[in-house]
């Protein structure tokens, strides 16, 4: 299983994951060591980090399917973004 992690299920109940499944949080990819109910995928007991591949694009619009971490080129102005997690949303910022 690969996805985005979710916390809790559409009923409202914690999310489980099992030994195995491999999720998205935070623009990374973790794996589950072992079986687990609610517990954050950077909590190392439960979830290992994979490899992180960061992603360049240029052009004069960003992919549309960025990353936190990804780079990229804008060939119309010239400047270098990162897309960063703001805590309350994720964004393209300058650098």
């Known amino acids: 299983m690969k996805s985005n992690y979710k916390a809790y299920t559409p009923e409202g109940l914690p999310s489980s994951y099992h030994e195995g499944d491999i999720v998205r949080?935070?623009?990374r990819s973790f794996e589950a060591k072992k079986d687990s109910t609610g517990e954050l995928p950077t909590q190392t007991e439960f979830?290992?980090?994979l490899a992180y591949s960061v992603k360049y694009t240029s052009g004069t619009n960003p992919h549309?399917?960025?990353q936190v971490g990804d780079k990229?080129?804008?060939?119309s102005s010239g400047k270098l973004y990162?897309?960063?997690d703001a805590g309350t949303s994720n964004q393209w910022v300058e650098i």
Do not use: A, N, R, V
Request: glycine letters at 6%; charged letters at 25%; hydrophobic letters at 25%.
């Open 25 to 27: 949080y935070k623009g």
């Open 47 to 49: 979830w290992e980090e």
């Open 64 to 66: 549309s399917t960025p």
């Open 72 to 75: 990229w080129f804008d060939t």
């Open 82 to 84: 990162t897309y960063i």
